[in-house]
């Protein structure tokens, strides 16, 4: 058996390619994968932005705690959560701003709504989650204090 030389090893290879059988079912496979993978990693976008709008709550929580402990009662629903980060004119104790930056909008850049006296407690604080309206489930679910 003669030897290989390398010269004649590359020429041959510099024309061989992918046949359209080969191509097609490498797209194939990624074609699956996409579709295993993208509704699993979609889902988790959604998972996430729940968790941020609860911790967002949870954070509002503590500053309307907070203002209440300076001031003696909770923001009313006129002056809302905006009383958080800007003295209202009839507030003479209050020593914020209770927030270090402006009133977050829920992940779905939609206002938190809030409620003093609420229907739950003190005060209701809630997001409407995903659809922006009352009720729903999963991701559309309300997000609430209480």
Do not use: C
Request: a negative charge; zero cysteines; proline letters at 8%.
């Amino acid at each position: 058996m003669p030897p290989i030389s390398l010269l004649s090893y590359v020429k041959k290879s510099q024309h061989r390619g992918f046949t359209l059988l080969e191509l097609l079912v490498v797209m194939v496979i990624i074609g699956l994968l996409a579709g295993y993978v993208g509704p699993k990693f979609f889902g988790q976008i959604g998972k996430s932005e729940v968790k941020a709008a609860k911790a967002q709550i949870d954070a509002l929580q503590k500053s309307l705690d907070q203002y209440r402990i300076d001031l003696g009662h909770y923001p009313s629903t006129e002056q809302g959560l905006q009383a958080l980060v800007v003295k209202p004119a009839d507030e003479p104790r209050w020593a914020g701003p209770y927030l270090s930056k402006a009133v977050p909008k829920d992940p779905w850049h939609n206002e938190y709504q809030y409620r003093a006296p609420g229907e739950h407690g003190e005060y209701d604080l809630l997001s409407f989650g995903r659809d922006g309206r009352p009720g729903g489930e999963g991701e559309d679910a309300d997000l609430v204090s209480w």
